[in-house]
């Protein structure tokens, strides 16, 4: 018996959640499998700022990134399905929030916080962490963001699996997600 085919996207896919948990590089390969665009909202923050992440706090503060970074996710919400991985703070924005969850399904990618320490230890490019205790910082991160993370459409577990792994959950939990909501649409 052959499987029908899972009809494209029709809205975009955020991922959300702490940084360092995979959403650029995961994101990347989620919108491969599903033959979606993919954009990094940092990447196209720096891209319309003309400065780097680093840049843009020490020069201009974190109350004006998130303000930036607030007008990159509306415009990007406005054109055609993506693949979105949104930095960690956006969803603490409440307008940036209740757009992404009129606009796009929101995934959670959620991991054990002593992996994501250890993978963002790796490199000195996040303006949060710099001169900090990487653990120290997301534990106090994660008790502020968790709750608003938790409002995402699903939450998947991405903890110390491959990129391929976490991929395939998620591609799961979407498939899952999409059923639901074409049922419900049906029965209306």
């Known amino acids: 018996m052959r ?15 702490l940084m360092g948990v995979g959403k650029s590089s995961v994101g990347r390969r989620l919108a491969n499998r599903l033959k ?6 940092d990447v196209e923050i720096e891209a319309a700022a003309g400065m780097t992440i680093s840049e843009i706090f020490a020069s201009l503060g974190e109350t004006e990134f ?16 993506i693949v979105l991985a949104t930095g960690g703070g ?3 924005n ?14 959670w990618l959620r991991a054990e916080l002593d992996v994501i320490a250890e993978r ?9 962490l710099r001169g900090r205790d990487p653990l120290e910082v997301l534990t106090n991160l994660a008790e502020a963001r968790y709750p608003i993370y938790a409002q995402a459409d ?3 577990d991405v903890g110390l699996g491959s990129h391929g792994q976490a991929v395939d959950a ?18 209306t």
Do not use: C, S, Y
């Open 120 to 128: 963002v230890a790796r490199r000195d490019t996040r303006p949060l």
């Open 90 to 92: 956006a969803m603490m």
């Open 3 to 17: 499987r029908r085919a899972i009809p494209p996207p029709r809205r975009t896919i955020a991922l959300v959640g």
């Open 154 to 156: 699903l939450t998947v």
């Open 66 to 81: 998130r303000a930036g970074e607030a007008r990159v996710i509306r415009r990007l919400l406005e054109g055609p399905p």
């Open 94 to 107: 409440a307008e940036t929030r209740a757009l992404l969850k009129a606009q796009a399904d929101t995934v």
């Open 36 to 41: 979606l665009p993919f954009a990094d909202a």
């Open 170 to 187: 998620i591609h799961r939990e979407l498939r899952r997600h999409w059923k639901q909501k074409r049922r419900a649409e049906t029965k």
